[in-house]
């Protein structure tokens, strides 16, 4: 099935409600071809419903979804072939091996012969050793990667994955945020929701803020960072340093040392021209860059 060029997931003025509670409202976003896009929010802030929107688990209350041009509601056959999901709850498989429910999953998409498909998973995902395991006896880490190779057995263009580091440990998280990107480098486009923001930090090229069911703001990672928040200089003096210190920037002083907090455009040698103290009595600066959870409490401290 030829997506070139296509926008892999398209969003338009989406409402989600159940009876009289609206839990996505009337939300709008585009994906771009190849690029891992963030879904952040708080608890009950709407994205896995909206994720369930995608996959059919819900069907919208109003609004417009397309996967790479095609309608989930309409043509549910052509987005689920296209799309990959890992939902947040390990789901039981019963008495099936990790290998027997790969094999079973590539035939719901007429992959009959996907023995190198799921070979490369396996090894991939460090199941390998484990692939004649029954899903009972895995661990929660090993169930996750499950579900991650599940997802991806039929070689989707578009991978959405809703929370998949939850509750494992740093080891599994660090290696499976390691094949996302490999999986977006390779062309692969990625939705992905998850409350480590210092994740979706270094991870996504774009990220939206929903609240309460709308979303607040959309647009590039560091862009928004660099927008919402402020660099924190701390300045170290060799021994008191009794000099004026008069700078718009500072926020504390002490004795030896000073904070100052500036925006992004503000470069550190401005600072200190600004602050015109002895630079030989500057034993260190240390800088503090804004981050992507600085900007997510901005922004939902703005809509409070």
């Known amino acids: 099935m030829d997506v070139s060029g296509k926008s892999p997931l398209k969003i338009e003025k989406l409402v989600k409600k159940y009876g009289n509670f609206t839990a996505v409202n009337e939300v709008s976003f585009e994906m771009k071809p190849g690029e891992i896009f963030g879904l952040l929010g708080p608890n009950g802030a709407g994205k896995t419903s909206i994720i369930s929107c995608l996959v059919t688990l819900q069907e919208p209350t109003s609004g417009h ?19 990959g999901f890992v939902p947040q709850e390990l789901i039981n498989h019963g008495f099936f091996s990790i290998e027997e429910i ?3 999953h590539s035939g719901f998409y007429q992959r009959w012969h996907n023995k190198e498909r799921i070979h490369y998973l396996l090894k991939r995902l460090g199941l390998w050793e484990h692939k004649d395991k029954k899903v009972k006896a895995l661990s929660g880490g090993m169930k ?6 599940k997802a991806l057995v039929h070689e989707p263009k578009l991978l959405l994955l809703d929370e998949p580091t939850a509750g494992v440990d740093i080891e599994l ?7 996302v990107q490999e999986l977006s480098q390779d062309g ?6 998850t409350h480590y923001l210092e994740e979706a930090e270094s991870l996504c090229d774009r990220v939206g803020i929903l609240q309460n069911g709308n979303l607040r703001t959309v647009g590039p990672t560091r862009e928004l960072i660099e927008k919402l928040t402020e660099r ?9 340093c009794n000099e004026e210190i008069s700078s718009p920037y500072l926020r504390n002083r002490e004795d030896n040392q000073a904070e100052f907090v500036i925006p992004h455009g503000v470069g550190v040698g401005d600072l200190i021209a600004d602050i015109q103290c002895n630079v030989h009595k500057i034993l260190d600066i240390k800088i503090e860059e804004g981050s992507l959870e600085e900007a997510f409490v901005h922004v939902l401290g703005e809509h409070q």
């Open 65 to 83: 979804c397309e996967i790479f041009g095609y309608d989930p509601k309409v043509n549910p056959e052509y987005t689920k072939v296209l799309t």
């Open 102 to 104: 790969l094999v079973f």
């Open 144 to 149: 996750r990667r499950l579900l991650i190779a």
């Open 173 to 179: 998280r660090a290696s499976l945020w390691d094949f």
């Open 188 to 193: 692969m486009s990625i939705l992905l929701t």
């Open 232 to 240: 924190k200089v701390h300045v170290f003096f060799d021994g008191v």
